[in-house]
C-alpha cells in the first residue's frame, strides 16, 4: 500500500469549486410562513412537554415508576398538540417571526 506524500502547497479552500460572492435566491413568502410556523411548532412543544409529562407518567402526585410508556405516548401528545394549535393560529409567534424574516419594504418619502 502506498500513501501519497502531502504536499507543501497552500491548503485548499473548502469553497475553491464554489462562487461564494453569488448572491444566495431570496425566499418566497410562503417559505419564510412555512419556517416561522414550524419554529412556532417548537416552541409550543417545549411549552407543553412539562405539562404533559406528569400526566403520562402517573399522573400528577402518582406513581411515576410505573413503566407504562408514557415517554413515548406523551411525546406523540405533545406533538399533536403543538402542531393543531400552529395550524389553527399558534399563539402569534409566528407572525412575529415571518416579519423578521422578511425583507424590509421600502418606504415611500412624503414630499
Given at each position: ?28 413568502p410562503a417559505e419564510v ?56 393560529g399558534g399563539i402569534g ?19
Amino acid at each position: 500500500m502506498s500513501i501519497d506524500p502531502i504536499s507543501a502547497s497552500a491548503p485548499r479552500s473548502v469553497f475553491s469549486g464554489a462562487d461564494v460572492s453569488a448572491p444566495k435566491p431570496k425566499p418566497t413568502p410562503a417559505e419564510v410562513a412555512k419556517a416561522a410556523q414550524q419554529f412556532e411548532a417548537i416552541m409550543v412543544r417545549q411549552l407543553l412537554a412539562p405539562s404533559i409529562e406528569p400526566m403520562m407518567s402517573g399522573g400528577l402526585g402518582g406513581d411515576s415508576g410505573s413503566g407504562g410508556g408514557g415517554g413515548v405516548y406523551g411525546y406523540m401528545l405533545t406533538d399533536v398538540l403543538a402542531s393543531s394549535i400552529t395550524q389553527g393560529g399558534g399563539i402569534g409567534l409566528s407572525d412575529v417571526i415571518s416579519r423578521q424574516l422578511s425583507p424590509a419594504t421600502p418606504v415611500a418619502k412624503t414630499p
